[in-house]
């Protein structure tokens, strides 16, 4: 049985396969928390580009702390939670500060704070306990469900507001930072003001995001992360980092990226919310593997390839090419405005072959308002011509909809229904594709998370509680009262934008999951 030196031991193995570890003395100490496993977390280039800047700060030091794999022994062993660097206990430090990706890891974040010691609900800490802080991509769409157990929400990116947060931390008691802090733009404060749903945007001096850590022991194997843009200039409905999201996309000049990657990255991913959209994006990609070095590219559109980007990528060592359709059909594409064509699709699947990748990985979503069967067999047919081209995965998400976007307050389809939809993706495919999809169940989990406010985090909390399981979720969601937004839309900004259905006025007695 694993005991107390077991966890400490399995930390510092992992700590030894780490190049670019930062360790620093200073007065005022940071818990920088990222709720799920840490091979997750190493992945999060927004977490590391923290973790750089709270080290740069010279009156604060940061050490890394992750959601355990290993939960129950700490609890059986009564470990408290402790920070990577030194292995010293969370509850011990001046701030923890959480950086959130997603809705479904606000339970991650309730059992980082109970194995800490520390009261999940802010109600319920004093001024003798850390401060709580939790920023970033949450923060970008519907961070309400956090307000409960936080004491300050960093909303948007956080790369300068860190600097402004740390100033103040280690100069003011906690009343005069929490009504100091309430004042700027950026910083919500629950209970206090702050600007809601401001989304905070970075000075382009602290461009480009990128890796300070590199670790075997991620879901990107050894790979340095950096993002050769940030935003998107397209206009998708349904995305947060849309065109309107921070005035779009900044470009870094390739250069600047090339003098960051350190001489010991053999391998390189280009990461953003629109790569191939870069100006000089093959020229940076054929500079990186003329070097010798390994390269991916996340986010591909395929109304940007080229058989020169794709021939890059696989002398870069990619096999599967990956592409986003994110509309079943061509009239679910045109309505949430994704600017490609199956023929685009089409000519990226016969790039991907002449390049002699193995395999295409298309990347799609379901239920989207106005869809119906005849689209659901559109994309059979499709990804059946597909095939035919080279062998196809295709991921399927069902659609949520998320605050900020022109889409938000449109409902979710429905749990039985989306099943429904994807048993005839599986029937019409088998045998013609993989089907990868991922549950309608914890899409509506999701759903309900990102389309209500802090009642939905303490249905959360209680839900956790009680084991987490699916039933446990639409309990908590009824017993809290838990009813989705009316719509509160960015706008559409083309001339005839698509009207979109929102949820009833009426509160439902119970939320419609199924």
């Not at 840490?38 to 030091?61: N, P």
């Not at 390839?305 to 986003?324: F, K, M, P, S, W």
């Not at 308002?369 to 559109?378: L, N, Q, V």
Request: aromatic share 6%; charged share 25%; net charge neutral.
């Amino acid at each position: 049985m694993e005991g107390r030196y077991e966890l400490i031991e399995h930390v510092c193995s992992l700590l030894a396969d780490e190049a670019g570890t930062l360790r620093k003395e200073a007065p005022y100490r940071v818990a920088l928390c990222y709720p799920s496993p840490y091979h997750v977390g190493m992945s999060s280039l927004g977490y590391q580009a923290i973790y750089r800047e709270v080290h740069e700060h010279a009156g604060a030091t940061a050490e890394r702390v992750f959601l355990p794999d290993d939960v129950e022994t700490y609890k059986r062993t009564r470990t408290p939670l402790f920070t990577w660097e030194s292995q010293a206990p969370v509850s011990g430090f001046a701030m923890l500060a959480f950086s959130v990706a997603y809705e479904l890891e606000l339970t991650g974040l309730f059992t980082m704070l109970e194995l800490s010691g520390l009261p999940v609900l802010a109600a319920e800490r004093s001024a003798r306990h850390p401060l709580i802080v939790a920023g970033g991509p949450l923060t970008f769409s519907n961070p309400d469900p956090l307000e409960p157990f936080v004491d300050v929400l960093v909303q948007g990116e956080a790369e300068d507001l860190i600097h402004v947060l740390l100033d103040a931390a280690a100069s003011m008691d906690r009343e005069a930072l929490l009504e100091h802090l309430a004042r700027i733009p950026g910083f919500r404060v629950p209970g206090r003001g702050g600007a809601r749903y401001h989304v905070a945007k970075a000075t382009d001096a602290r461009l480009p995001a990128r890796t300070q850590i590199i670790t075997p022991h991620t879901e990107l194997r050894s790979m340095f992360l950096i993002e050769p843009e940030r935003g998107c200039s397209r206009g998708c409905h349904y995305c947060v980092m849309r065109r309107t999201t921070n005035g779009g996309m900044r470009t870094v000049p390739p250069e600047r990226i090339l003098s960051l990657i350190p001489e010991h990255a053999r391998r390189v991913g280009l990461v953003g919310a629109a790569v191939t959209d870069h100006p000089r994006i093959v020229e940076l990609l054929r500079t990186l593997v003329d070097a010798g070095r390994e390269v991916g590219v996340s986010s591909l559109r395929a109304d940007r390839l080229t058989q020169e980007l794709v021939d890059q990528l696989r002398r870069g060592g990619a096999t599967n090419l990956t592409v986003a359709a994110d509309g079943a059909s061509q009239k679910m594409r045109d309505l949430v405005d994704r600017k490609h064509s199956e023929e685009q699709i089409v000519r990226a699947a016969r790039f991907a072959r002449t390049a002699g990748m193995k395999q295409l990985k298309v990347y799609n979503v379901v239920g989207l308002p106005h869809e119906d069967d005849a689209d659901i067999d559109e994309l059979i047919r499709f990804t059946t011509e597909l095939s035919r081209i080279l062998p196809v995965a295709l991921g399927v998400a069902p659609f949520v909809a998320k605050r900020n976007t022109p889409l938000d307050g449109a409902p979710f389809a429905g749990v039985r229904e989306v099943e429904n939809k994807l048993e005839r993706l599986r029937k019409g495919l088998r045998g013609r594709a993989e089907v990868r999809p991922t549950s309608a169940r914890w899409a509506w989990v999701e759903y309900m998370l990102a389309q209500c406010g802090p009642e939905a985090g303490l249905a959360a909390m209680d839900a956790w509680r009680a084991g987490g399981s699916f039933a446990a979720w639409k309990r908590a969601f009824q017993e809290r009262g838990c009813v989705p937004y009316l719509a509160r839309r960015v706008e559409d900004g083309r001339r005839q934008p698509t009207v979109w259905p929102i949820v009833p006025g009426q509160a439902p007695q119970q939320p419609s999951a199924v």
